[in-house]
């Protein structure tokens, strides 16, 4: 079945700097790629959602980049500041079972000021 | 809309003992997903309900767990005879249906302690 592997599982920043996330899956068939963001003690809340059609997409304050060729999926925080300290997971739907979402084991990203 | 509500938050029980957790969808949303998040494990599938009808148990610990959805606005977890591995954090999700492309929208989470 399909497994999702992401790196790194801890990153520290300064305020400012870039932050970059990254997810590898092996299902070549994955279609639906997301982004959640877990703030400690709440739950995930949604980030983006990517499709397989599109490989750049801009959010507030961030990149998602989705290379099919290399089945990576990666997250580029752009200008990091404290309130993007969080752990972050992304999550890829598997091609066969759509509905199942196989997530990433989770990134726990620290700003420092 | 309160979004996905679980309860309770928190849960300790003693070893042997039963748990239940409780989930109340997002109305209107007819998926409902059950997760288990552990440090070492990450976010694991455990079972998901399509209009209420259990679809796929694949994750579920056989024999102990068991989940239910008796009507559209909640979903149980039930943990019979608990052991210190079940302690995690048991997250329900749910979306408007199970296209992929649909995000899950989740819980703040019921943190489980089994002493």
């Known amino acids: 079945g399909e497994q999702v592997e992401q790196r790194p599982p801890h990153l520290s920043v300064r305020e400012g700097d870039s932050a970059f996330i990254t997810c590898t899956y092996t299902?070549?068939?994955?279609?639906?790629f997301f982004w959640y963001k877990q703030e400690p003690g709440a739950s995930l809340q949604l980030l983006m959602k990517v499709f397989s059609s599109t490989e750049i997409n801009e959010g507030q304050g961030f990149t998602v980049l989705l290379n099919k060729k290399d089945k990576r999926l990666s997250l580029n925080l752009t200008a990091a500041h404290p309130g993007d300290s969080a752990a972050y997971f992304c999550?890829?739907?598997?091609?066969?079972?759509?509905?199942?979402?196989?997530f990433g084991k989770g990134t726990h990203l620290h700003v420092l000021p | 809309n309160a979004g996905v509500i679980q309860t309770p938050r928190h849960k300790v029980t003693g070893k042997g003992q039963e748990a239940t957790l409780w989930c109340e969808p997002i109305s209107g949303h007819s998926a409902v997903f059950w997760y288990r998040q552990t440090i070492v494990q990450g976010l694991e599938f455990l079972t998901y309900?399509?209009?209420?009808?259990?679809?796929?148990d694949s994750g579920m610990p056989k024999e102990r767990f068991s989940a239910q959805m008796p009507n559209q606005s909640h979903s149980t977890l039930k943990i019979q005879s608990t052991q210190p591995q079940d302690s995690a954090v048991y997250l329900c999700?749910?979306?408007?249906?199970?296209?992929?492309?649909?995000?899950?929208?989740f819980g703040p989470g019921t943190r489980l302690t089994v002493l």
């Open positions: 309900f399509r209009n209420q009808a259990p679809i796929d």
């Open positions: 299902d070549p068939n994955s279609y639906y």
């Open positions: 999700a749910s979306s408007l249906g199970d296209w992929g492309g649909y995000e899950q929208y």
């Open positions: 999550a890829v739907s598997a091609g066969t079972n759509a509905y199942k979402v196989i």
